[in-house]
């Protein structure tokens, strides 16, 4: 187990040099030891890391530690701020490469995300500044240059994910039933998905498809397993919306919501026998609807539920 000591870390950076200098204490979580230790560390740019650690002996010696080294990072010399680590903090170095297989990966992860966080923000200025001449160019039919239409699918691709991660947030609390949550969210999503679909953008995107696949299946098992009348037209609306905004975003797998929905709409039929005929039939509709809309055959549906009584009306 690690803790951070109180004053654990300072830093400063000096593009491309970035220095953190700490304290830290790790305790075994078998016998219990406690050590302390400063450290300083070096990020160089990319993938390139230069860190040494030594034992906490004296707040003094370590203050004065920590003052030679980033001293040395004003005259912005990678090759003088190493020399001022090594002397201060022994010359063990350690790299990436040092680390286990799986802390290196997450924090090369974090520094891809930070870089493409930054051409995220690039593009989206491209794609602002050059909207007006991406409308021209898809209004006449002309041929859009590479550049603006990278550009196009970088920034809408990203506001459609960051809208897709608001939604999950909003729907994923288990206390509350999460039909018809985030409507805002996804009136947002509607209108980038049209976006899209103007400017001829793929907007595939591998994480939302996984974000729409879970919340259209948790969704239909609350409206599955609780048959609510009074919310059943909204409800059916919503869950359609969420399947039609995952077609319009490069596509979902809807195999999963298609097995629960077969298994578990005996509990709608069930609640549908016990009304009358009239009522049965302006009910069963939606749910005809969201079987079609989840690519599943209304005639399946009437042959499951036979024993409802009209049924040859609404075939």
Not at 238 to 247: A, S, V
């Amino acid at each position: 187990m690690i803790s951070p000591c109180r004053d654990m870390r300072d830093g400063a950076s000096i593009e491309p040099l970035s220095l953190a200098v700490g304290r830290l204490q790790i305790t075994s979580d078998v016998t219990c030891d406690r050590t302390e230790l400063s450290f300083a560390v070096l990020h160089l740019g990319g993938w390139d890391f230069h860190c040494c650690v030594q034992s906490f002996r004296r707040r003094l010696d370590y203050q004065r530690a920590k003052d030679a080294v980033l001293e040395a990072l004003t005259e912005a010399s990678a090759a003088q701020v190493i020399l001022a680590i090594n002397a201060t903090f022994g010359e063990r170095a350690y790299t990436l490469q040092t680390l286990f297989a799986e802390e290196r990966h997450r924090i090369m992860q974090l520094l891809s995300q930070a870089t493409l966080q930054r051409l995220d923000q690039l593009y989206t200025q491209v794609y602002r500044n050059n909207y007006g001449l991406l409308k021209a160019f898809h209004r006449d039919s002309l041929s859009v240059p590479q550049e603006l239409q990278v550009a196009a699918e970088v920034a809408i691709k990203h506001r459609a994910l960051e809208g897709l991660r608001s939604l999950e947030q909003e729907t994923s609390d288990p206390d509350i039933v999460p039909l018809q949550q985030g409507m805002s969210h996804l009136l947002e999503l509607e209108a980038i998905t049209h976006e899209a679909q103007q400017f001829n953008c793929n907007c595939f995107i591998p994480e939302g498809q996984r974000i729409l696949e879970q919340l259209i299946w948790r969704s239909l098992r609350h409206f599955l397993s609780d048959p609510t009348p009074d919310t059943l037209i909204d409800d059916v609306a919503w869950l359609k919306r969420l399947i039609t905004l995952g077609n319009n975003l490069g596509g979902i797998s809807l195999m999963r919501s298609q097995e629960l929905y077969w298994s578990q709409i005996h509990h709608w039929l069930k609640f549908l026998r016990h009304l009358e005929p009239t009522k049965t039939m302006a009910m069963l509709k939606p749910l005809l609807k969201l079987g079609q809309a989840l690519s599943i055959d209304p005639n399946a549906l009437l042959a499951h539920g036979a024993s409802l009584p009209n049924l040859t009306e609404i075939n």
